[in-house]
């Protein structure tokens, strides 16, 4: 079992940056690769971001591409993602998911664990 746990959220203005964290713990050799979703009040989860884990192969969706990073420390079982430039749209839930799959997916029911969620409020 694969144990994932966000940090990092906050308020933050327009223009700004912030850093999620996402622990893992477990049955962390399992990782084929990780994501990003985030989901705002009244709409569905939405794909942000994910890496392979061993590859380092990155994919964005194009509402974050040039404004985001992904990235992952193997030894430490992180992962990361820098929000740079931070505009109010982007305010949601953010949650980072796993799958034992070698692959990048963009839909959230291809991935196997769940974090809690961590609130990301951007304001005008």
């Known amino acids: 079992q694969v144990q994932l746990a966000e940090s990092g959220g906050g308020l933050v203005q327009a223009g700004g940056s912030l850093r999620l964290s996402c622990a893992a713990s477990?049955?962390?050799?399992?990782?084929?690769?990780m994501a990003w979703f985030r989901q705002s009040p009244g709409k569905g989860r939405e794909f942000v971001s994910a890496?392979?884990?061993?590859?380092?192969?990155?994919y964005y969706a194009d509402s974050v591409k040039g404004r985001f990073t992904i990235s992952k420390d193997n030894f430490k079982n992180t992962l990361t993602l820098q929000m740079n430039s931070l505009k109010p749209e982007d305010t949601a839930i953010y949650y980072c998911?796993?799958?034992?799959?070698?692959?990048?997916?963009?839909?959230?029911?291809?991935?196997?664990?769940w974090g809690q969620g961590t609130q990301v409020t951007v304001s005008s």
């Open positions: 890496i392979t884990w061993l590859g380092g192969r990155v």
């Open positions: 998911a796993s799958t034992p799959a070698r692959a990048i997916f963009t839909t959230e029911n291809k991935y196997d664990h």
């Open positions: 477990g049955r962390t050799l399992s990782h084929g690769a």
